[in-house]
Every structure is written in structure tokens, then in C-alpha cells.
């Protein structure tokens, strides 16, 4: 995993009512957030856990890089609150269907086309697939009021 990588789960997770699913699992906030801290090994260990359902190793990557890029999504948006769960699985699969509407005929389809992809092409869908789940309206924001100055 990236270097800093559990701290920014926690990060993600402290925003994030809803909790984390992973498959059919989830990382609910609390008391998750009350009971570890973002470097404590116990945290570590515990987002393992639910790593530990992927079979895959490409899909287990696949999962890292969602958050990762979700971490830095947060963290340059600091106002952004998620209000429901976050599932890694439906932001996979916005990705992929991001990634089948551009390719062409012929051309690997479905995740293992998405596992093909240079780091910088699924990062790119990935970060798409983030962006459209933050205007389709399932994630909001700390502030309710718009202030225009």
C-alpha cells in the first residue's frame, strides 16, 4: 500500500458517516474512529480485514487506488462530508462503465480491460467515478448555506 495509506482511510472514514463497505462488509465510523487512531497498528490490521475477502490481487489493487484517490479527493476538499455509506464496489464499477463507453470494438471489456490500463488511464476513470458520485448528490456537504461574496 502508498505510503500513508491507513492514516488517509481513517481520514475518509472520520468523513463518512455512512462507514466504508467493502463487498458485503462495512467499516462503520463509530466507534471505529473513537476506539483507533489514524497510525495505530490495531487500525491497520483492521482495513487488512476487510482486504482480505479479494481474492484477486488486481482487484485488491484496484480497491487501494479507489481510496487513495478518494483520500485525495478529501483532502483537497475539506468541506465535502459523505452523508451515506461509500461502497469501493459501486465506485469500481462507475469506473469500469467509464472505461467500456470509451473503448472500441474489439478491444478488452469489463474489468479485465479496466486491469490492462496504465496507473494513470484507471486513476483517471476512477477519479471521474468519484467526481460524478459527488454531483449525482450522494455525498454533500458540511455547509448548507451558499455564501456569495
Known sequence: VPDN???????????CPGGIRFGHE???QLPTIRMHEPF??????L?????????DSCY????????TILAIVIKRNPEIQYRQEICIEGLIAES?????RNISAGEDRGIQGFHRLSCRTSD????????????????GHNQTDCKIQ
Open 40 to 45: 495505530e497498528l490495531s487500525f491497520y490490521h
Open 60 to 67: 485488491r489493487h484496484l480497491v487501494i487506488r479507489v481510496l
Open 5 to 15: 495509506f491507513y492514516p488517509s482511510v481513517w481520514q475518509i472514514l472520520s468523513r
Open 26 to 28: 462495512v467499516l462503520t
Open 47 to 55: 482495513v487488512e480485514s476487510f482486504f482480505a475477502q479479494y481474492q
Open 124 to 139: 483517471s476513470y476512477i477519479g471521474r467515478a468519484i467526481v460524478n458520485t459527488l454531483l449525482c448528490g450522494e455525498i
Open 96 to 100: 469500469v462503465s467509464l472505461f467500456e
